[in-house]
């Protein structure tokens, strides 16, 4: 039987939609009443604070919200034994409260590099009682990408640590995908098709993100049988933690890819071959697509969400995403909603309570054939108040203002930010003050929430920082007071310089206005070429300036974890800079056929700047390419996983496909990588253009491709183990730097364009 429909066209929001919606919202809002959420928000404060969480009283109270958004109080009760009590509608709201007590009482911070966490002592009591409550119902963190840019080789001390961060901040909506693949292998083998059939449809495990979307199969797999058993074991221990602290876990559902062995096994099943993939030919790509009205479509969708349900349970809450990149079979209306219709109908089979979560990148990212009747009928497929939308990169290209707010589905605002995970200081703060307010006044506006959607996560804290914190306002902030009581946060002690150094980032990298990418450019990560991009959305002497000023205070500040990290990322960010400034030095000399010139610039770029920039990155724990290495060869039951767990994260950082399919769309600025990747391609660049003048044969960029190929497969192959450890003093690689390039930096940079 058909799922209702929405209204028809030109009819806008349904009026009378609110109240069975919220009461759906509601029924998935999380254990309210649970008394495991108690313990589970007083564990983590123990975690957290150790001997010191005796003093902070943590106690959940459902009817806090009267059904409605998360709240917290805090408030320090008479006498002496504790300080404060915190008090929340759920574990997340309760936990959110201690980390408000923490931030701003405390003057505490927690973020991906580190913890500033020195108490006062005694710890600080309120002169009055503070209420806040979330404007919205959720909080929503990761996109289905992160799973394989930043947590693939994630173990669970790690995942700890990430789930008391969300909790932390706030967070109660977030995906449990790790171990789908196991279910869906035992799905597969109870349909009939046999290993070698799965083993060519899964891919490995740094590129299963993109397999889960029918994007990717079988590149860099297959996926061993210790793998499954592993990501077991860690679904189990995420969902159980993410639900005892009143988080709503998204479980993954079927969007209507399958295995070509389906077609062996049911002849009759109607699926269509897909186009191929960014630039994966159909060796990789082009996955089946089940028609929607063939049986077999609820048939594997029902089958998988229950065996799915039966293993892990469930909060009701379901994540498909049928056309990710991925142009439609038809733009007819009506195979759009029935292709929705069908995959929502797939998730009420196995629950009739199911809320389908949806990524709506696919409607900015096709503009020309998501035309208003093709979303329309797209949304429209599924009863309204049953799908959430997230609006996934609503700072820069918001979907919801085209789109008379998702014609009446209800939608998440989310800062999309990075791409690929890679390495650059960036931000859109501006955009993201002011963005979730505006939405929420939008006419007839169905935003329940807002949301975190990173590709790539442990980049720009003070993003993720200013995003969780306006979680939780009714009002944007006044930008420039709040990134200095940051600077003052994360380094434990007041420095002028220091907060001198964030407000100059702060107008300048973190202020990208208009439609702004983050998505690393520089000619530092990017195969050279002559006709490569320098243009930047700042200042660069803003970022000159921060160096120097973050140096001054280093004296005083150099025993922070969390100042050496941004020392080592305003350094990088500089030296990105001068690589720009040396690659248009060369590219100009080599115009002109000015070889002295050439040399020269070529010379200190290759044999200078990179070692440097790479010395620096290794004396920093958290820049070292051996660190993504050995954590991919940790997970390894045996040498050949090991192996193919290495190769799996090489690939995904340079080459991204078998032949550069996807070139540095994941680039990382990391200690060994700017050595022996990014280094290398440059001195052969700067080479074959000294030859080329030598020569006065012209350079070819498609046979210097080629050349260059086989420098970056080879990196992938190499097998050199890089150290996990660092090495190296920060602050004395950083001030080296600086002494050597900081005065002729700064001229170029005031002087501007040539």
Request: hydrophobic fraction near 45%; aromatic fraction near 12%.
């Given at each position: 039987?058909?799922?209702?429909?929405?209204?028809?066209?030109?009819?806008?929001?349904?009026?009378?939609?609110?109240?069975?919606?919220?009461?759906?919202?509601?029924?998935?809002?999380?254990?309210?009443?649970?008394?495991?959420?108690?313990?589970?928000?007083?564990?983590?404060?123990?975690?957290?604070?150790?001997?010191?969480?005796?003093?902070?009283?943590?106690?959940?109270?459902?009817?806090?919200?009267?059904?409605?958004?998360?709240?917290?109080?805090?408030?320090?009760?008479?006498?002496?034994?504790?300080?404060?009590?915190?008090?929340?509608?759920?574990?997340?709201?309760?936990?959110?409260?201690?980390?408000?007590?923490?931030?701003?009482?405390?003057?505490?911070?927690?973020?991906?590099?580190?913890?500033?966490?020195?108490?006062?002592?005694?710890?600080?009591?309120?002169?009055?009682?503070?209420?806040?409550?979330?404007?919205?119902?959720?909080?929503?963190?990761?996109?289905?990408?992160?799973?394989?840019?930043?947590?693939?080789?994630?173990?669970?001390?790690?995942?700890?640590?990430?789930?008391?961060?969300?909790?932390?901040?706030?967070?109660?909506?977030?995906?449990?995908?790790?171990?789908?693949?196991?279910?869906?292998?035992?799905?597969?083998?109870?349909?009939?098709?046999?290993?070698?059939?799965?083993?060519?449809?899964?891919?490995?495990?740094?590129?299963?993100?993109?397999?889960?979307?029918?994007?990717?199969?079988?590149?860099?797999?297959?996926?061993?049988?210790?793998?499954?058993?592993?990501?077991?074991?860690?679904q189990y221990r995420i969902v159980e933690r993410m639900r005892s602290l009143g988080m709503t876990t998204v479980l993954p559902a079927f969007a209507g890819h399958v295995p070509q062995g389906i077609l062996r096994v049911f002849p009759r099943a109607n699926a269509t071959r897909l186009g191929h993939w960014s630039h994966f030919d159909c060796a990789y790509s082009c996955t089946y697509l089940l028609d929607p009205e063939d049986p077999m479509f609820q048939v594997i969708g029902t089958l998988f969400l229950k065996e799915l349900i039966k293993e892990f349970g469930t909060d009701h809450v379901y994540s498909a995403d049928t056309f990710n990149e991925m142009t439609p079979l038809s733009s007819d209306p009506a195979y759009l909603s029935r292709v929705s219709n069908a995959v929502f109908r797939s998730m009420t089979g196995a629950d009739p309570k199911a809320l389908w979560l949806m990524q709506g990148w696919l409607f900015q990212h096709q503009p020309d054939f998501w035309q208003p009747a093709q979303v329309r009928a797209l949304l429209h497929g599924v009863p309204l108040g049953r799908m959430i939308v997230l609006d996934l990169f609503a700072e820069s290209k918001p979907v919801y203002q085209w789109t008379e707010s998702f014609y009446g589905q209800p939608f998440i605002w989310c800062m999309l930010h990075n791409f690929g995970g890679n390495h650059g200081l960036f931000g859109t703060v501006e955009a993201i003050n002011h963005g979730p307010f505006a939405a929420r006044r939008f006419p007839n506006s169905t935003m329940v929430g807002t949301g975190l959607v990173p590709e790539g996560i442990e980049q720009n804290d003070m993003v993720y920082e200013l995003m969780n914190e306006l979680g939780w306002r009714q009002e944007p902030l006044d930008l420039p007071s709040w990134v200095t009581r940051y600077a003052e946060r994360r380094y434990g002690t007041p420095n002028a310089a220091a907060a001198g150094a964030w407000r100059l980032l702060l107008r300048s990298v973190y202020n990208c206005t208009g439609?702004?990418?983050?998505?690393?450019?520089?000619?530092?990560?990017?195969?050279?070429?002559?006709?490569?991009?320098?243009?930047?959305?700042?200042?660069?002497?803003?970022?000159?300036?921060a160096w120097r000023l973050l140096l001054s205070a280093g004296a005083e500040l150099g025993s922070s974890p969390a100042f050496l990290y941004d020392l080592v990322d305003v350094t990088r960010q500089a030296a990105q800079q001068l690589v720009?400034?040396?690659?248009?030095?060369?590219?100009?000399?080599?115009?002109?056929?000015?070889?002295?010139?050439?040399?020269?610039?070529?010379?200190?770029?290759?044999?200078?700047?990179?070692?440097?920039?790479?010395?620096?990155?290794?004396?920093?724990?958290?820049?070292?390419?051996?660190?993504?290495?050995?954590?991919?060869?940790?997970v390894a039951t045996s040498a050949r996983e090991a192996e193919q767990y290495e190769l799996n994260?090489?690939?995904?950082?340079?080459?991204?496909?078998?032949?550069?399919?996807?070139?540095?769309?994941?680039?990382?600025?990391?200690?060994?990588?700017?050595?022996?990747?990014?280094?290398?391609?440059?001195?052969?660049f700067v080479s074959v253009l000294v030859e080329s003048l030598n020569s006065g044969r012209p350079f070819h960029q498609e046979q210097f491709n080629q050349a260059v190929f086989q420098v970056e497969r080879g990196f992938i192959y190499n097998k050199k183990r890089y150290p996990a450890v660092p090495a190296g003093d920060t602050m004395e690689i950083s001030r080296k730097l600086f002494l050597k390039y900081y005065p002729s930096a700064l001229r170029r940079s005031l002087a501007g364009p040539a």
């Open positions: 039987m058909a799922a209702r429909r929405g209204p028809e066209p030109g009819l806008g929001p349904v009026p009378g939609l609110a109240l069975p919606f919220l009461l759906l919202l509601a029924a998935t809002a999380g254990r309210a009443g649970d008394p495991r959420q108690e313990e589970a928000v007083r564990a983590l404060a123990r975690r957290l604070l150790g001997p010191r969480a005796a003093a902070v009283s943590l106690s959940v109270d459902p009817a806090l919200a009267a059904g409605g958004p998360d709240i917290y109080r805090l408030w320090s009760p008479p006498g002496t034994g504790v300080a404060v009590a915190v008090e929340g509608s759920s574990g997340v709201a309760a936990a959110a409260g201690l980390y408000r007590y923490l931030r701003d009482f405390c003057g505490c911070h927690l973020s991906w590099s580190g913890a500033q966490l020195r108490l006062p002592e005694p710890l600080p009591r309120l002169r009055a009682e503070i209420r806040a409550a979330a404007p919205g119902r959720y909080r929503y963190y990761q996109n289905v990408c992160t799973q394989s840019y930043s947590f693939v080789w994630w173990d669970w001390a790690r995942w700890e640590r990430e789930i008391d961060w969300m909790a932390l901040s706030g967070i109660n909506l977030a995906p449990a995908f790790a171990g789908q693949e196991a279910v869906w292998q035992r799905v597969y083998r109870n349909l009939g098709l046999n290993q070698s059939e799965i083993d060519k449809y899964f891919t490995g495990p740094a590129f299963l993100a993109w397999n889960r979307m029918g994007n990717l199969r079988r590149w860099a797999g297959p996926l061993p049988p210790a793998w499954h058993f592993k990501q077991l074991y860690l439609v702004c990418v983050n998505h690393n450019r520089s000619p530092l990560v990017r195969r050279p070429s002559l006709r490569m991009d320098t243009a930047l959305w700042y200042n660069a002497s803003d970022v000159y300036e720009s400034d040396y690659y248009l030095s060369i590219r100009q000399a080599f115009q002109s056929h000015a070889l002295p010139e050439l040399l020269t610039a070529g010379g200190v770029l290759v044999y200078d700047l990179l070692p440097e920039l790479d010395s620096l990155l290794c004396s920093h724990s958290l820049f070292l390419l051996g660190r993504w290495l050995e954590s991919a060869r940790a994260a090489r690939n995904q950082v340079t080459l991204w496909g078998p032949s550069g399919n996807i070139l540095d769309y994941a680039n990382k600025q990391l200690g060994g990588l700017v050595l022996d990747y990014y280094a290398v391609r440059w001195s052969l």
